[in-house]
């Protein structure tokens, strides 16, 4: 299977300080690939990179083949890559409905009105929030806004889905049955995705494979049995010996 996403060689510093060295990451077509490690290790900077928000100061990223950022270099903007994410902190804008906020990240598509109208309301149906389109992200409760927050992302049709730790303010119910609706929408569109995290069992619920990282390194990407069956080193096996 091809990979739409790939991280080659990269290395990146901020103020002195490495905080990728080295990094080879590729996510194939139709995967759902969890990127799983600690607080600080570099997680949220490999989105940034595909995002297309950071230029590595040297390696190589590339979208289906593409070159897109090189060297230091942005080939592709933000806009240009086809993607779509969900933030911890969710971006939702409060002084806009439901249906606002999906309306909203259409803007820089030209499609119809109709067009438009259709998605939002196919988006809202597959998080189960069908009809809610004039409510707003304050009348909801914590699990409808990580919907939403899904649905923005659901309704721009991408190539991939990137999302930064979105069900961490859940309690375990609501992010058990959030994880379990976005793999099983993923899955129906045949859909690729980026997860991040700090919590192995949200790794091992949401991800196809697991890619685990350590200070600003891929440590070993696999299936949850392959890395508790010959897991690369005690870093690893710490992580995945509870789930």
Known sequence: MSALIELEDIWLCYGGHSVLSGLSLSVPERDILALLGPSGCGKSSVLRLILGLT???????RLRGETVSENGRIMRLPEERGLAVVFQDLALWPH???GGNLNFVLGSKKLPSEEKDLRITNA???VSLGGMEHRYPTALSGGERQRVAIARALVLDPDAILLDEPASNLDVVLKRDLLRMFRQILKEREGTALYVTHDPREAASLGDRIAIMEKGQIVQVGELCQLRALPA???VRAFVEDI
């Open 55 to 61: 230029a590595p100061d040297r390696g190589v990223v």
């Open 96 to 98: 806009l409905t439901v």
């Open 124 to 126: 809202l149906r597959r």
């Open 233 to 235: 080193n005690d870093f």
